[in-house]
């Protein structure tokens, strides 16, 4: 799988049942142009399957094992460039629309002017444990869209924090304002 | 203060494997190459009892292969499965690491 | 090639494919059968081979080809936790083999193609185009991945040795 740039991750993690698996179709023209793709789609049976692979006896992917168990899709696109100007906003627009309906909102955004990163959580609310992650990670040469929908309890999510998933300190979802999309150009 | 760069190349020097490690490699390659078997092998082979050849073979295809299907299949997805929750952790860590640099949280709740 | 010669390719060379290996994988079993992978596909392509230079060009292409697609066969899990290293008692640098083990291990747990341009740049001591070259990137992509790297590895080191300059 090649990785692609700059590719905002949004996760999406749902409560209280299926979170809203966001429509990413509009990504797969920029796999041309990128350097680097990585494309994972697993939902349903092949996501089952793929649970069932992952080994009780290694202790990393046994958590991973409990964690997707009351998952029901992960989709993660992440695209390299090699150059800058390869893709632009308009290209995650349709994404940022999506992330900006009822039920969702932004719990952290983060811009790096040094590196020009811009990171942004969003999870979706509306039950008493939190619903779908979406994480969007932009770089001018990389960009990176994630998309995990089911149920996840929080504290489980960061308790992998030693597999590379860190530990957020983030209150359990409080009623939140939607997204402002404003606040990510 | 330490140089990063300098503690770096002093992890990363180069080490020796195994004294033996030479002659591993030479055994490996003065393994015989298995025997082709001759015309003479090949004509029994076919020769055999053709019932008992045919469902062997079926039994294969219709077991094996469907479970070593499945098996890559899953192998592959679990793969896949891993590198989707790396890169999910990988973004969500760098995130929280800004968020603890900066000592701000940039969005609303 | 007559195998005494080729024995004397491998005795000069098998430290550095040996190391990338280990560096990389971080499992010295794993590494010396990496490395033995390595030596018995040049056996087989000594053909190509033009040169001196040419030769430690194609090990360290191929080594670092096999070390990526192992892990990616394997699904190598990085590990991001610093637990297995020691907390100091006070900010105050670690004893070098301490530091020298909590970044190899540190380089280690690095996303592969990061990892495997650490190893290029501080153990080879490649510049950012031969680095290129052998792993087939663009030059600027190595730079941008290499002081990512740094950065991270910086911090993380930060966390357990003190502060750390470059």
Known sequence: MKILGGLALFVLIGTAGYGQVLD????????????????????GSLLRLAAKFLSADDPDQAKVKKLVAELKGVYVKTYEFAHEGEYSESDIASIRSQLGAPGWSRIVGVKSKKDRDNTEIYLKTGGAEPGGLAIVCTNPKELVVVNIV???DLDELSELGD??????????????????????? | MSNLEDD??????????AADFTERVLARLNQPAPAEPTWLERLAVLMRPPR???????????????????????????????????????????????VVETGRMGTRL | MALPAFAD???????????????????????????????????????????????????RK???????????????????????????????????????????????SLP??????VILRYQEDLDPSDIAQVLDMPVGTVKSHLQRALGVLRSKLARTVGEIAL
């Open chain 3, 62 to 108: 191929v080594a670092s080809r096999k070390c990526i697609d192992q892990t990616r066969r394997r699904a190598f899990w990085p590990k991001f936790g610093l637990d297995d290293i020691p907390e100091p008692s006070a900010k105050t640098r670690q004893a070098d083999p301490m530091l020298s083990g909590a970044l190899a291990k540190l380089v280690a």
């Open chain 1, 24 to 43: 990413l179709k509009g990504l797969e023209k920029l796999a041309a142009k990128a350097s680097d793709v990585t494309d994972v789609t697993l939902d």
């Open chain 3, 9 to 59: 390719i491998v005795r000069e060379h098998q430290g550095m494919v040996f190391s990338l290996a280990w560096h990389y994988l971080h499992d010295r079993a794993l590494a010396e059968e990496m490395a033995q992978e390595v030596f018995l596909e040049l056996y087989r392509h000594l053909g190509s081979i033009q040169s001196p230079e040419h030769l430690v060009f194609w090990l």
């Open chain 1, 163 to 185: 597999l590379g998933v860190p530990k957020i300190d983030i209150e359990k979802a409080k009623p939140a304002k939607p997204a402002d999309k404003k606040d990510n150009d």
């Open chain 2, 52 to 98: 008992l050849q045919w469902v062997a073979v079926a039994m294969i295809v219709s077991v094996v292969i469907p479970a070593a299907t499945v098996e890559y299949r899953g192998e592959r997805a679990k793969q896949q499965l891993l590198v989707a929750m790396r890169v999910t952790g990988t973004k969500l860590h760098q995130a929280q690491r800004k």
């Open chain 3, 112 to 117: 592969e193609k990061a990892r495997m341009l």
């Open chain 1, 150 to 152: 089911g149920k996840i």
């Open chain 2, 8 to 17: 770096l190349r002093i992890a990363l020097r180069r080490e020796e494997p």
